[in-house]
């Protein structure tokens, strides 16, 4: 490798610093989507399971975990992907997620 090469990878900026950050609303609307995501998709495989008896057990958990993965590739950059009441309060007992957007999480998961 060339001394110009190494000084390029030396001096390339470190993208995993670079964190995008939504304002409230758009963190809610991030959580809303996602959690609509994963109860569309998962309870929509429950439904054909039990409708047309053509998916079993393993393949509703495997549509759920799909659901899941999707909505997690939509919300997680944006909101962190909760999706639930209870990981939004833990994270903020925990974690050092905000307690002024516990609220407004909570009410764009249940929504």
């Known amino acids: 490798m060339s001394r110009a090469a190494i000084a390029e990878v030396e001096e390339a900026p470190d993208k995993a610093n670079n964190v995008y950050t939504a304002s409230l609303a758009g963190q809610c609307l991030a959580e809303f989507v996602g959690t609509f995501i ?6 929509g495989a429950v439904a054909a399971a039990v409708m047309t008896n053509q ?27 909760h999706f639930n009441p209870a ?10 997620f905000p307690r002024n957007r516990i609220l407004p999480f909570i009410l764009s998961q249940i929504a």
């Open 87 to 96: 990981v939004t309060i833990t994270m903020a007992v925990f974690r050092d």
């Open 38 to 43: 994963v109860i569309l998709i998962g309870d």
């Open 55 to 81: 998916l079993d057990g393993w393949g509703v958990a495997m549509m759920w975990g799909l659901a899941v993965t999707f909505g997690i590739y939509v919300a997680g950059p944006v909101s962190g992907a």
